[in-house]
Every structure is written in structure tokens, then in C-alpha cells.
T-cell receptor, first 114, second 115 residues
Framework: KTQVEQSPQSLVVRQGENCVLQ??????????LRWFKQDTGKGLVSLTV?????DKTSNGRYSATLDKDAKHSTLHITATLLDDTATYIC?????????????FGAGTQLIVIP | EAAVTQSPRNKVAVTGGKVTLSCNQT?????MYWYRQDTGHGLRLIHY???????EKGDIPDGYKASRPSQENFSLILELATPSQTSVYFC??????????????FGEGTRLSVL
């Protein structure tokens, strides 16, 4: 059973527009949640990590929220650039230690057009 | 610079053949992981290791073996490759503590086609 669901599956926006990606999960316990960016044909690169019960982070044009009560996270991308075209993957860690498992969503494919 | 290097980047194999995927990390990380990525699925854990000489089964280990001969190297072995193992394989390394602010580092992937 899929424990991390991302929506939308794909999204097309025009350069300069803002967008919001969603992540819902059922992983328990939910120690932390991380967003990765995956360029086509490349590996995953971490964008941000959220830890607290109600958490917010900001990394340049990327900002994210986490609500552990709702088991829900959002990734906001402001003023999109063509280089933002990628797959964005939500990952939930069930423990803070190295013994914990990472639970991966299938990703949202974002395409930014001129 | 921290890095995870996978080889080969692309591989075409025949059904029943043996395939070895290699991974090298220069991060001095204790933990290493092998995942596969298929369309419509999140990354799925095949095997992982806590250090040289150790290998552990992940969530989908059937048909795969792993080898960790040193801190830096972690291999994934398909003794008898099948078309269902056609996928993109990712290696990752992570620190032993795995604390929240230490993200695992990923290689760029190996695209394997089994014909």
C-alpha cells in the first residue's frame, strides 16, 4: 500500500508563475519529511527537511510546510524558472536514526514553459 | 567534494545473464543503499549496508545480491537477470547517525535494460 501520495502527478506552469506541490502520507511514526528535486536523468538532490509537528522552511524560492497532525506537506515554488523543470519527490523518514526507513512518493513532474 | 559515483550509467543485458552494478562514495559514510525507480512508483529499497562486510535485505531483495567489500564500495548483483529487473537503479550513501539534517547523497543512476 502506497504510504506517500503526491499531487498533482504532473504540472505545467509558465515561467514566473508560482506553484504548490502536495504530499500526503500515512507513515507512522513520521520523524521527518524531506523534499528532493530530481532533474531528468539525474539523482535526487535534497531541497529542504521538515522536522517539527508544525514546521516551515525556506530555501530561496522554495518554501515548505509540514503538519504532522494532518500528515500533510506542501512545497511552494515562487517565480518559477525554466531550470525548475524537474520531478519533485516527497520522502518521509520513520526514524531519526540511520536504522529508520525512508518512504518515497512517486513524485510530481513539474514542467516550466517560457 | 562529497560524491556518489555509479557505473555503468547504462547497461543492456540478456535474460539469464549476470549483471553487476557498482557504486563508490567518497563521503566516508557508513551506510549505503541500493534503490530502484520505476514509473509511477517511489524509490524502493533493495539492499543496504551499515559498513564494510555488512549487507541487509531491503523491501524488494528477491533476485538481487549485494556486496560491501569496503567503506567506499557497494555493489548490486543480478545473478540471473530477468526483464522485470529493467529499471533505473540508484545508489545512495548516508551518515551513521542519520540525523534529520543529514540528507542521504544519491548517485546519478544506472539505467538497466534486460532483453
Amino acid at each position: 500500500k502506497t504510504q506517500v501520495e503526491q499531487s498533482p502527478q504532473s504540472l505545467v506552469v509558465r515561467q514566473g508563475e508560482n506553484c504548490v506541490l502536495q504530499c500526503n502520507y500515512s507513515v507512522t511514526p513520521d520523524n521527518h519529511l524531506r523534499w528532493f528535486k530530481q532533474d531528468t536523468g539525474k539523482g535526487l538532490v535534497s531541497l529542504t527537511v521538515l522536522v517539527d509537528q508544525k514546521d516551515k522552511t525556506s530555501n530561496g524560492r522554495y518554501s515548505a510546510t509540514l503538519d504532522k497532525d494532518a500528515k500533510h506537506s506542501t512545497l511552494h515554488i515562487t517565480a518559477t524558472l525554466l531550470d525548475d523543470t524537474a520531478t519533485y519527490i516527497c520522502v518521509v523518514g520513520d526514524r531519526g536514526s540511520a536504522l529508520g526507513r525512508l518512504h518515497f512518493g512517486a513524485g510530481t513532474q513539474l514542467i516550466v514553459i517560457p | 567534494e562529497a560524491a556518489v559515483t555509479q557505473s555503468p550509467r547504462n547497461k543492456v543485458a540478456v535474460t539469464g545473464g549476470k549483471v553487476t552494478l557498482s557504486c563508490n562514495q567518497t563521503n566516508n559514510h557508513n551506510n549505503m543503499y541500493w534503490y530502484r525507480q520505476d514509473t509511477g512508483h517511489g524509490l524502493r529499497l533493495i539492499h543496504y549496508s551499515y559498513g564494510a562486510g555488512s549487507t541487509e535485505k531491503g523491501d524488494i531483495p528477491d533476485g538481487y545480491k549485494a556486496s560491501r567489500p569496503s567503506q567506499e564500495n557497494f555493489s548490486l548483483i543480478l545473478e540471473l537477470a530477468t526483464p522485470s529487473q529493467t529499471s533505473v537503479y540508484f545508489c545512495a550513501s548516508g551518515a551513521r547517525t542519520g540525523r534529520n539534517n543529514q540528507a542521504p547523497l544519491f548517485g546519478e543512476g544506472t539505467r538497466l535494460s534486460v532483453l
